[in-house]
């Protein structure tokens, strides 16, 4: 039986009092969602015109990879639910309680339900991608985080900081040297959030690219 009881609507599903979460590393069934999430981050963004993965693509990358000698790429998801989270013999996920102190209403609950044979309430919250590379400015390995997203009704939760620290747990406890990643500069409230969890901004560098027509230049270039 559920501890809390959601309120079903035609604006998605409200809880009260409390919800469970948990945070556990992505499987080949959770692209659609994986997907939906990177659509949300784009449109947060602004550049949904430069979003050009597609499930097929996120499949092949994330699980299937045509290339296999490059770094994996790894993707945690925060999950909510009604109902406490079971345990499992040599379970690696992380899991915790968070009391709400006013509703939360999930809108769009039904696009991120996750089904599961066992749990019905199960909802996707957010995601962290992320993967290992050398940088010749460390003498050991750094993480690149490729994107990082809390859906919005989620969000001044503690959520975000709690997955930020579950990526960069693993990374101090592989013993790498850092994690680095892009930023908008116009984005005050998500610098002021990476500030806070310990990270430094470089105004030294650009963020440069060569990509389409500019690349395919260089496929039959024999110089």
Partial sequence: MALISPITSSHGKTFNQKLFSRIRVAIESDVPHIYKLMQQLFV???ITHLLKSNESSIASGLFNPKYPHLSPVTTLLIEVSTDPFPSCPNDTTSSKEVDLNMPLIDEESEQFRVVKHDQHDVFIAGYVMFYPCFSSFFENPVFHMENFFIRECYRRKGFG??????MASEAARMGFSSIDW????????????YKHMGATISDDFRVLSLAGKALEAFEDDSN
Wanted: no cysteine; hydrophobic share 35%; glycine share 4%.
């Fill in 44 to 46: 947060y963004h602004d």
């Fill in 182 to 193: 892009y930023a908008s500069d116009w984005n005050e409230s998500g610098l002021d959030f």
């Fill in 161 to 166: 900081k709690w997955l930020f620290s579950t």
